[in-house]
């Protein structure tokens, strides 16, 4: 079992900068693809990016393309989303997902086998 933990939500002003983070508890993430994807309220859980389990692809939301950069440190412990310009409409719950091996369909939730808890993201106007 695979046990994400998400970190490093909160308040920001719109145009600000947040990176969330995500982390695997008693394993590293060199196995695994690992994706982002987030639910505002009264909406359905979207895909926003994803990395590959090599490491060497990366895939974004053309909602946030150009603004969130997906990133995996060199010890495969953490995986990061850097968020700038962020919008009101960025706001939502942003849940790290992994799964194990697999390059393709990164963008589909139903893919994944582990879930983080999700962490608030709010864009203050």
């Known amino acids: 079992q695979v046990r994400l933990v998400e970190s490093g939500g909160g308040l920001v002003l719109t145009g600000g900068s947040l990176r969330v983070s995500c982390a695997a508890s008693?394993?590293?993430?060199?196995?695994?693809?690992t994706g982002w994807f987030r639910q505002a309220p009264g909406k359905e859980r979207e895909f926003v990016s994803a990395?590959?389990?090599?490491?060497?692809?990366?895939y974004y939301a053309d909602s946030v393309k150009g603004r969130f950069t997906i990133s995996r440190d060199s010890a495969k412990t953490t995986v990061y989303l850097q968020m700038n310009s962020l919008k009101p409409e960025d706001t939502a719950i942003y849940y790290c997902?992994?799964?194990?091996?697999?390059?393709?369909?990164?963008?589909?939730?139903?893919?994944?086998?582990?879930w983080g808890q999700g962490t608030q993201v709010t864009v203050s106007s």
């Open positions: 008693g394993r590293t993430f060199s196995t695994f693809s």
């Open positions: 997902a992994a799964r194990r091996w697999g390059s393709t369909d990164l963008n589909r939730q139903e893919k994944y086998d582990h």
């Open positions: 990395i590959n389990w090599v490491g060497d692809n990366t």
